[in-house]
């Protein structure tokens, strides 16, 4: 995926004081943006999410000399931005599928940086709270499109033993569960108790 040269080790350097002035603090930073990353670029479907999480990083490192003096706020939401750029191009260029997030209605297009890593957030959160098998079924049950996600369905279905309409229900539930736990987690950012 990489199409630039690697990141020097000035550029690297200049990422990690950008992201805190301690460079263990910088480092603990950086592993989280990334990981915040692959997560993202997952959720949205892509096969190669820790390839593109590096590539974002070395975009944002690349530029960092320009970035630093006139950014303000969390480093991590420029990366995001980053992310989603990327996200268009490889759409654009590969016609990938819509993501689980474009299905969820609370996750809007028009919202800014700091509201999209909130709801990604809590989105992350609440699936790791769901069972993995749970989670493992939602996040399959919307991957595909068209006649491939229909297909998938029905072997998803015919793997657990049930109807495709039990599947359809089962993930229902899953995903009002999920509904329901992400606008909680969203309005506890929202109102902080």
Same mark, same amino acid.
């Given at each position: 995926m *990489?199409?630039? &040269?690697?990141? /020097?080790?000035e !550029?690297?350097?200049?990422?990690?004081?950008?992201? #805190?002035? %301690?460079?263990d @603090?910088?480092?603990?930073?950086?592993?989280?943006?990334?990981?915040?990353l692959?997560?993202?670029?997952?959720?949205?479907?892509?096969?190669?999410?820790e390839?593109?999480?590096?590539?974002?990083?070395?975009?944002?490192a690349?530029?960092?000399g320009?970035?630093?003096?006139?950014?303000t706020?969390?480093?991590?939401?420029y990366?995001?931005?980053?992310?989603?750029?990327?996200?268009l191009?490889?759409? *654009?260029?590969? &016609?990938?599928? /819509?993501?689980? !997030?474009?299905?969820?209605p609370?996750?809007?297009? #028009?919202? %800014?940086?700091? @509201?999209?890593?909130?709801?990604?957030?809590?989105?992350?959160?609440?699936?790791?709270?769901?069972?993995l098998?749970?989670?493992?079924?939602?996040?399959?049950?919307?991957?595909?499109?068209?006649?491939?996600?229909?297909?998938?369905?029905?072997?998803m279905?015919?793997?657990?033993?049930?109807?495709?309409?039990?599947?359809?229900v089962?993930?229902?539930?899953?995903r009002a569960?999920?509904e329901?736990?992400?606008?909680?987690?969203?309005?506890?950012?929202?109102?902080?108790?």
């Amino acid at each position: 995926m *990489r199409t630039n &040269k690697p990141l /020097t080790q000035e !550029e690297l350097d200049g990422l990690l004081a950008w992201l #805190d002035a %301690d460079r263990d @603090e910088a480092a603990r930073k950086y592993e989280r943006i990334r990981q915040a990353l692959i997560q993202i670029f997952v959720w949205r479907n892509f096969s190669n999410a820790e390839d593109l999480a590096d590539e974002t990083i070395d975009r944002v490192a690349k530029r960092v000399g320009e970035i630093a003096p006139h950014y303000t706020g969390d480093p991590a939401l420029y990366f995001h931005g980053v992310a989603k750029m990327m996200m268009l191009e490889q759409a *654009r260029d590969e &016609k990938l599928i /819509t993501p689980l !997030e474009a299905r969820l209605p609370y996750l809007a297009a #028009d919202e %800014d940086a700091e @509201e999209i890593n909130v709801k990604f957030e809590c989105l992350s959160k609440c699936l790791d709270e769901l069972p993995l098998r749970s989670r493992e079924l939602v996040v399959k049950y919307y991957r595909k499109e068209r006649q491939r996600k229909i297909d998938d369905r029905k072997a998803m279905a015919a793997r657990l033993g049930i109807t495709a309409n039990s599947l359809r229900v089962r993930v229902h539930r899953l995903r009002a569960d999920l509904e329901s736990c992400v606008e909680e987690c969203i309005n506890a950012h929202v109102t902080p108790q």
